[in-house]
Nanobody, 124 residues
């Protein structure tokens, strides 16, 4: 089963930067789309950034455009989220999502996996 592990969260001052990483592991698989989502206390989980088509296409929430950059290293099976000019309203738990095909011994099956989340706190 494909597993996703996030890292890189922490406490940062407003205007600072953080880079989140999400490493995929477990079996034979091919990732098509990856994304970062976040959930602040009392709010619904929202899309932050997403790549599709093996990384050929990217999209961002309006609130992070120009500040956040999503990228992926296919060889390392890792997706990154570079976050610059952080604001207090970026404070949330950030989750990694990946979708693709996983080989199950006799056939390829679609998977949709989530990481456990990493806390990002922007505060002075």
């Amino acid at each position: 089963q494909v597993q996703l592990a996030e890292s890189g969260g922490g406490l940062v001052q407003p205007g600072g930067s953080l880079r989140l990483s999400c490493a995929a592991s477990g079996g034979i698989f091919s990732i098509d789309a990856t994304g970062w989502y976040r959930q602040a206390p009392g709010k619904q989980r929202e899309l932050v950034a997403r790549t599709m088509g093996g990384g050929a296409t990217t999209m961002y929430a309006d609130s992070v455009k120009g500040r956040f950059t999503i990228s992926r290293d296919n060889a390392k099976k890792t997706v990154y989220l570079q976050m610059n000019s952080l604001k207090p309203e970026d404070t949330a738990v950030y989750y990694c999502n990946a979708q693709g095909l996983e080989y199950k011994g006799t056939e390829w099956k679609w998977f949709d996996g989530w990481g456990q989340g990493t806390q990002v706190t922007v505060s002075s």
